[in-house]
């Protein structure tokens, strides 16, 4: 027997856990590591800026997400607002954002575990062992999420208050015990200038971690009252962990060791850098911190690739409810639960677990795709604007000054893509312009026509993919150089303002599904 509908079981603490669960994984373990590596002391700014940064995206999903709660909003939005060709392509890129993030957690596990069975990893890649290990994590992972949403979200509550108290504890200590304030100061507090803090936004994990707050989003359709606990779990999660991450940066600082800093920032180096938290709580004679840390890197990204598994099957339950992918996949267990999306997003997720390059390298590419896959919304919310008038329309949760911030997350949204860099882009884009291809390609074998696609709904994103794709090659991160961070900023803000205003023009002007939404 099988059920119609997900059920409404999730209350403002599961979802304000749920996205902090979403955002206190691997990130925290090793993004203070890499920010420091890369922006120096003046990392703790990096982290501010990636706050920000996120939690502009955060009000536009306030709204968005309380106007329209359903299971997978994001694919929803895209498809109510430019139709369904725009609402394929986007799929792609969510799908890809979602179900590579729990082999991701897997692979951090694994490789913090290497500390401790070095023939689990090797120069920052499994082994056949720690690959099997890694499965073995996501197959754990899959099993927690055949349960209905209301255990999976106690399993996540449970774990989530670990997972406050091993990071709060790890500031605490660190600065009582050892800080030393010359840290910031030796070798500059900012030696790779604005253009490292920049870098370290979309390099160190930084955006990675922060895009957690969307687990919230997509549990909108499992909320008892979401225009009352949406925005409490978005808003306060992302508020909550810009605080937490900025005192780990200024506590992981303050206590390097000055033997670590002599090669400088781009060369710190201590005893058990691979773990790096660990590592200080070990040097610095705290032997119960280090414990706690260790089973924390095994707790915390575990807890988080649980929470993405679910959103990722919800994701793809969205795409097949709404006409984008096989029916199948949005049928549901007695439990209320995407059984098929759920083996789908398993399956995806074990491709990742290939030798695959650094965490860091990784987090990048995800840092990228995912503001890709969020940056739709200010466009998405501009639009609905004038389309979905709030006279027929009512916001339970309105964005104040709307017509600025939309922009405003927009331009922060591009720039982030820009701060990763030219091979990222490469990858990203060069990867959507094949999936683009070979989709209408089978779409030509099979219909024998292209005529029936959502063009003029779609045509935006063609100059958008590929104009920040030029600027980006343009830049100074292994891009030709044309352009510095400042010209490049200029650049990517114009263009989005010019992309935003094409958009506009291609929106459905009466956006059918969304009047049936509201019964009119």
């Not at 996205?19 to 003046?42: D, H, R, T």
């Not at 909003?73 to 895209?78: G, H």
């Not at 792609?92 to 069975?117: G, K």
Request: aromatic fraction near 12%; charged fraction near 5%; glycine fraction near 12%.
């Amino acid at each position: 027997m099988t059920s119609t509908t997900l059920r409404r079981e999730a209350g403002p603490i599961g979802l304000l856990f749920a996205s902090i669960g979403g955002m206190v994984g691997s990130g925290w373990l090793f993004g203070a590591l890499n920010a420091a590596k890369i922006a120096g002391p003046a990392a703790v700014f990096a982290w501010v800026i990636g706050g920000v940064a996120v939690l502009l995206l955060a009000f536009v999903y306030a709204e968005l997400s309380t106007m329209f709660p359903r299971p997978g909003a994001v694919i929803l939005f895209p498809q109510l607002c430019f139709g369904d060709l725009a609402a394929q392509i986007m799929s792609w890129v969510n799908f890809l954002a979602y179900v590579a993030v729990a082999p991701v957690e897997a692979v951090a596990v694994v490789s913090y575990a290497a500390n401790m069975w070095p023939g689990l990893a090797r120069e920052d890649v499994l082994t056949g062992a720690g690959l099997g290990a890694a499965v073995a994590l996501m197959v754990l992972f899959l099993v927690v999420n055949l349960f209905a949403i209301r255990a999976v979200l106690a399993v996540n509550n449970a774990i989530t208050w670990w997972k406050l108290a091993v990071p709060g504890a790890t500031v605490a200590a660190l600065l009582l015990v050892h800080f030393r304030v010359q840290n910031f100061t030796a070798h500059g507090f900012a030696p790779a200038g604005l253009g490292g803090v920049f870098g370290a936004v979309s390099g160190s994990g930084i955006i990675f971690t922060y895009l957690g707050f969307r687990q919230a989003i997509e549990l909108a359709g499992e909320s008892s009252n979401p225009g009352r606990n949406l925005p409490f779990a978005i808003l306060g999660s992302v508020l909550f962990c810009i605080l937490l991450y900025a005192g780990l940066q200024l506590a992981f600082i303050g206590a390097l060791p000055s033997a670590a800093l002599a090669q400088g920032w781009a060369g710190l180096n201590f005893t058990g850098i691979s773990g790096p938290f660990a590592g200080l709580a070990a040097a610095l004679g705290l032997p119960w911190l280090a414990a706690a840390l260790y089973a924390d890197a095994a707790i915390s990204p575990s807890g988080t690739g649980i929470i993405y598994n679910t959103t990722a099957a919800r994701v793809i339950y969205a795409s097949a409810h709404g006409g984008l992918l096989p029916r199948p996949l949005a049928r549901l267990s007695r439990q209320g639960v995407p059984l098929a999306s759920l083996a789908l997003a398993f399956a995806a997720g074990l491709v990742f677990l290939l030798p695959l390059p650094s965490w860091r390298q990784l987090v990048t590419y995800l840092s990228s795709i995912g503001v890709l896959a969020y940056g739709i919304g200010p466009v998405v919310l501009s639009c609905f604007r004038t389309t979905l008038p709030e006279a027929g329309y009512p916001r339970p949760f309105r964005l104040a000054a709307a017509q600025a911030m939309a922009p405003a997350a927009f331009i922060v949204g591009n720039l982030v893509v820009f701060w990763a860099g030219a091979a990222v882009a490469n990858h990203v884009f060069g990867g959507l312009l094949a999936a683009f291809i070979v989709y209408c390609g089978w779409q030509l074998a099979t219909r024998r026509t292209l005529g029936h696609l959502h063009w003029r709904g779609a045509a935006w994103l063609a100059p958008y993919f590929g104009g920040l794709w030029l600027i980006t090659d343009l830049g100074p991160l292994q891009g030709l150089g044309w352009l510095g961070q400042g010209g490049g900023v200029v650049a990517i803000a114009l263009f989005s303002l010019a992309v935003l205003a094409l958009a506009r023009r291609c929106a459905l002007p009466d956006p059918q599904a969304a009047k049936a939404r509201y019964g009119q």
